[in-house]
């Protein structure tokens, strides 16, 4: 699959200077991780990992959500809000506070980056099915935890790397920048080199591959629901 012109993912490139040895380089976690990022698999025995970890929202990716989602989060019936208001007329709900003023629920965001078996930053027919690789490992892992969110009653959505716009909430035209997200959640390089902004991941350089999926739940819920997956061998990460 061709990526949209206007997609942040699809141009998404890093420059990595020739260094002796592994490239390896220190990241200072911002004191929005939750989770540190761990290389997951969607189903036991796969070799199709993703790096992935759990954040609150700082201000300024608070402010790139709501230009993305708007209040359409909002929207989304809390199943254990609903049945904690059991009182209120289902007919007279007003689903857009229906989540309003518990504690518990928290925006979060959860990206994710695979390591590319080729180095992005290049042009052909190969690396056009690497990326049709990637996007589909991240689709699938993206579907199935949002489908669990969403199954226990908690807002989530998963953004599509083919055009920066979320696959599950309707009527959002604004695409999300996923280099800026990785750089404001990961602390992760990146850099402009004409109209691309390039991003560079500290072990991988230009083989990564990020997409990020955002939820409104507990953390604990989140945290736990990642921590689910199956770990993958740390010796792909070694941050």
């Known amino acids: 699959r061709r990526f949209h012109e206007n997609n942040h993912t699809s141009r998404i490139r890093t420059h990595v200077r020739p260094t002796s040895g592994k490239m390896q ?12 990022p761990k290389l997951l698999c969607r189903e036991e025995d796969s070799n199709d990992s993703l790096e992935c970890s759990v954040h609150t929202l700082p201000k300024p990716l608070l402010r790139e959500f709501r230009h993305v989602f708007a209040d359409k989060y909002l929207e989304f019936s809390n199943l254990a809000e609903q049945q904690s ?8 709900m007003d689903v857009t506070n229906l989540n309003e003023g518990s504690d518990q629920l928290e925006l979060l965001a959860i990206p994710t980056n695979q390591r590319a078996r080729k180095d992005l930053v290049a042009v052909g027919d190969d690396i056009e099915q690497e990326k049709d690789r990637l996007l589909n490992v991240f689709m699938e892992f993206g579907r199935d935890l949002c489908d669990k969110l969403r199954a226990k009653g908690f807002w989530a959505d998963f953004i599509d790397p083919c055009s920066g716009l979320p696959m599950l909430t309707l009527n959002c035209n604004k695409v999300y920048s996923e280099v800026d997200g990785m750089e404001t959640l990961l602390n992760y390089r990146a850099y402009s080199a004409g109209f691309c902004k390039i991003l560079v991941h500290p072990k991988w350089g230009s083989s990564v591959y990020p997409a990020t999926i955002f939820a409104r739940a507990p953390v604990d819920v989140v945290k736990d629901l990642v921590k689910s997956y199956p770990c993958a061998s740390d010796d792909e990460m070694d941050l």
């Open 85 to 92: 208001s059991s009182a209120q007329d289902d007919d007279a």
């Open 25 to 36: 380089v220190a990241v200072a976690r911002p004191s929005s991780t939750l989770l540190e």
